[in-house]
């Protein structure tokens, strides 16, 4: 996740308070790491390499956090940035490269992700070269720090790396990062005993640690000065005002050491097991099944989901889990599992949960969100309509007050909604929800961003209709994946793949025996030629086309059909052939009723007449237009026509009249808009 605002806790055991005794939760706080903190600030002041060489950095410097997860590795990375914003007017980023299931993130993800909290429009479907330069372009005249947050490799930050001095990489990671030239890391053990305690404090009082302080430097020994595991310690003590410190060192020393953990990892995990077997038998098993919720982030209509319980129920569970320090509260609404407990969280779920069951709950929560994401949409239609029917039957819980509220919810949890569609489509197992889910959230998008303005987002959920249409071998989903993946490709410039794209469509639509795809596939790869200039193709697909549309009786289909060859026979300089087939495009409108049409059609005919060398009957044909126009009552398609009119009224040396139909045009209009506004607008086929 990207954010420009930095938080002071982090998911992977933030050294922050967690709720107190009374069950309170406090300002979050950040405790100890002095020592770090002073290094990292010399350090941005250090000479580097280029500079000791003669020469100025060419890029950003690189500071490197490392540590095991629980370490509070990101907590001491936001406090840093955080002291250091001041001297950053351009902001603080902060990108997760490695997703709480362990996959890493791949890096056109994590550029576009990055490109859009920068506000740059990144084209759909774009490489990840063209993806990582943008990013290096947009930072390259910024004063900024670039927080990245549990990187795998040297090559996910070198990809994103600043071609900028003046600004800082703060990078977090397990290890070094090997390949990255001029970086010390900062290796990060224990917290200090006094920095320990007065975490441990935050969740005891100060009563509990006051009277018995041997055993609070027990504990934060037991921890191994681990922050995540000293916050599950104080959430148990949380839950039992009565309980001493020392009844804790007594609980976390019977537990054995799990010899399957890393050992810097086995203090977290033995207090993991202090917390988790303090649960009820239920609270359990919703724990572990959080560990399906996509991206770590769970709401209370995802545990509920996940649990079979009540929304109600399952936010209880959750504010519970939070002041035991199991999950942290992000918003209102949402909830994080921490990085550092969800291995463990995995684990427990295979090892205790049937198969079945944990498909079944996986399942109940991709059906929630299904519900949820048709609320979302369905909320947009106007009152009284189908969908606003079937909404006002739903549970409350399940519908928004507002389409306000519903674009809020898809735009905060948008992340979220991805991430699950596409873990749905990797499980494998549950195809057809996962197929819903992926129409339903393209349906979400389009009806509050619009088409284009979600286009980014649209292409990647494309590809996985097209994922799962090719593993059943959906044949008629499949051609509609690639139609509308060849149309974004061909939207953003990148004609040869479109057409690639559409040939595959017209593959699969033939195999599906579907006319509808067929016949769309054929029409567009001959736009596809069109646009990169070969006429001769492209007559001869869209005449494949016509011809099929003919076949059957697509009225309509085929007189556009006829229009676009009547405009490449044009481009090619084939005038009487462009001119019989805007003839026919004119006649097809006629048998329709179609006036409007009818009238841009015989506009066409008028400019290929003009452009052979017959400017009268140009001249009789577009004041033919015109009057149709007028008979249709559509002002704007007349006045641009009469614009037209005016233009060969002066290429035949008729100014006076050319003036009059631009006056014409004028008083149509009023100031409704601009000449070139009236004719882009109106003129389209």
């Known amino acids: 996740m990207t954010d420009q605002a930095v938080d002071s806790g982090c998911p992977d055991g933030a050294e922050a308070a967690g709720p107190s005794a009374a069950g309170t939760t406090p300002e979050p706080r950040f405790f100890g790491r002095?020592?770090?903190?002073?290094?990292?600030?010399?350090?941005?002041?250090?000479?580097?390499?280029?500079?000791?060489?003669?020469?100025?950095?060419?890029?950003?410097?690189?500071?490197?956090?490392?540590?095991?997860?629980?370490?509070?590795?990101?907590?001491?990375?936001?406090?840093?940035?955080?002291?250091?914003?001041e001297d950053y007017p351009d902001g603080v980023w902060r990108l997760r490269l490695t997703e709480p299931a362990g996959r890493p993130v791949p890096l056109d993800e994590a550029a576009r992700e990055l490109l859009d909290c920068l506000g740059i429009a990144a084209p759909p479907g774009a490489a990840e070269d063209e993806l990582t330069e943008l990013v290096r372009d947009a930072l390259a005249a910024r004063r900024a720090v670039l927080l990245l947050d549990d990187a795998v490799d040297a090559e996910q930050v070198d990809a994103l790396l600043p071609d900028n001095p003046d600004c800082l990489v703060v990078a977090v990671s397990r290890g070094p990062l090997t390949g990255i030239p001029d970086v010390r890391p900062c290796a990060l053990g224990g917290m200090d005993a006094k920095a320990a305690i007065e975490l441990l404090a935050t969740f005891t009082g100060s009563v509990r640690i006051t009277v018995d302080p041997q055993a609070a430097e027990t504990i934060a020994e037991e921890c191994g000065g681990q922050p995540a595991a000293l916050v599950l310690v104080g959430g148990w003590l949380a839950a039992r005002p009565k309980a001493s410190v020392a009844d804790a060192v007594k609980r976390l020393?019977?537990?054995?050491?799990?010899?399957?953990?890393?050992?810097?990892?086995?203090?977290?995990?033995?207090?993991?097991?202090l917390a988790y077997e303090?649960?009820?038998?239920?609270?359990?098993?919703?724990?572990?099944l959080l560990a399906l919720a996509p991206a770590g982030l769970a709401d209370a209509h995802t545990a509920s989901a996940l649990a079979g319980c009540s929304v109600s129920a399952a936010r209880a569970t959750l504010d519970n889990f939070a002041a035991l320090g199991l999950v942290r509260q992000r918003t209102d609404e949402c909830f994080e599992v921490p990085g550092a407990l969800l291995p463990m969280l995995r684990t427990l779920l295979e090892g205790?949960?049937?198969?079945?069951?944990?498909?079944?709950?996986?399942?109940?929560?991709?059906?929630?969100?299904?519900?949820?994401?048709?609320?979302?949409?369905?909320?947009?239609?106007?009152?009284?309509?189908?969908?606003?029917?079937?909404?006002?039957?739903?549970?409350?819980?399940?519908?928004?007050?507002?389409?306000?509220?519903?674009?809020?919810?898809?735009?905060?949890?948008?992340?979220?909604?991805?991430a699950s569609a596409r873990l749905a489509v990797e499980d494998g197992e549950l195809d057809?929800?996962?197929?819903?889910?992926?129409?339903?959230?393209?349906?979400?998008?389009?009806?509050?961003?619009?088409?284009?303005?979600?286009?980014?987002?649209?292409?990647?959920?494309?590809?996985?209709?097209?994922?799962v249409a090719e593993r059943r071998g959906l044949h008629r989903e499949q051609a509609a994946a690639l139609l509308n993946l060849a149309d974004l490709d061909a939207q953003t410039g990148r004609v040869e793949d479109s057409l690639a794209r559409y040939r595959a469509a017209l593959d699969a639509g033939r195999a599906a025996n579907d006319p509808y795809a067929t016949g769309r596939a054929m029409e567009s790869v001959g736009g596809a030629y069109q646009e990169l200039g070969d006429w001769q193709r492209a007559g001869d697909w869209y005449g494949r086309a016509l011809a099929q549309r003919q076949t059957r009786g697509e009225r309509a289909d085929e007189a556009r059909?006829?229009?676009?060859?009547?405009?490449?026979?044009?481009?090619?300089?084939?005038?009487?052939?462009?001119?019989?087939?805007?003839?026919?495009?004119?006649?097809?409108?006629?048998?329709?009723?179609?006036?409007?049409?009818?009238a841009r059609a015989l506009s066409e005919a008028?400019?290929?007449?003009?452009?052979?060398?017959?400017?009268?009957?140009?001249?009789?044909?577009?004041?033919?237009?015109?009057?149709?126009?007028?008979?249709?009552?559509?002002?704007?398609?007349?006045?641009?026509?009469?614009?037209?009119?005016?233009?060969?009224?002066?290429?035949?040396?008729?100014?006076?009249?050319?003036?009059?139909?631009?006056?014409?045009?004028?008083?149509?209009?009023?100031?409704?808009?601009?000449?070139y506004e009236i004719r882009s607008a109106s003129l389209k086929d």
């Not at 303090?278 to 572990?288: E, I, M, V």
């Not at 129409?439 to 509050?448: C, D, G, I, K, T």
């Not at 060859?565 to 004119?586: C, D, I, P, Q, S």
């Not at 704007?636 to 045009?665: E, I, N, V």
Request: aromatic fraction near 4%; charged fraction near 30%; proline fraction near 5%.
């Open 253 to 273: 020393r019977v537990l054995p050491d799990d010899h399957e953990q890393p050992k810097g990892t086995r203090p977290l995990a033995r207090a993991f097991r």
């Open 278 to 288: 303090s649960l009820p038998q239920s609270a359990a098993r919703t724990l572990r």
């Open 34 to 85: 002095q020592r770090e903190l002073k290094a990292l600030r010399a350090d941005i002041e250090r000479a580097g390499l280029d500079t000791l060489a003669g020469r100025k950095a060419p890029r950003a410097r690189v500071l490197l956090i490392a540590g095991n997860p629980g370490s509070g590795r990101t907590s001491l990375a936001e406090e840093f940035t955080r002291r250091l914003a």
């Open 352 to 418: 205790t949960d049937r198969p079945a069951e944990v498909q079944l709950a996986r399942a109940r929560m991709l059906e929630r969100t299904v519900r949820l994401l048709q609320s979302c949409r369905a909320i947009t239609e106007p009152e009284g309509s189908a969908a606003r029917k079937k909404l006002a039957a739903l549970p409350r819980a399940l519908r928004f007050p507002t389409p306000q509220d519903a674009d809020a919810w898809l735009r905060d949890r948008l992340g979220t909604l991805l």
């Open 432 to 467: 057809t929800l996962a197929r819903r889910l992926v129409s339903a959230l393209v349906r979400a998008l389009v009806a509050h961003r619009g088409t284009e303005a979600a286009a980014p987002e649209l292409y990647g959920l494309h590809e996985l209709v097209l994922d």
């Open 561 to 598: 059909l006829y229009g676009r060859l009547g405009t490449v026979h044009t481009y090619a300089g084939h005038y009487g052939e462009a001119l019989r087939n805007w003839r026919a495009a004119v006649a097809g409108y006629r048998r329709l009723g179609d006036l409007p049409s009818q």
């Open 606 to 675: 008028a400019r290929v007449q003009e452009y052979a060398g017959r400017p009268e009957e140009s001249l009789r044909t577009c004041r033919e237009a015109v009057e149709l126009a007028r008979r249709a009552g559509d002002v704007r398609l007349q006045a641009a026509l009469q614009l037209r009119l005016a233009d060969t009224l002066d290429r035949l040396g008729d100014p006076a009249a050319a003036r009059l139909h631009r006056s014409t045009a004028e008083r149509l209009l009023g100031e409704e808009g601009s000449a």
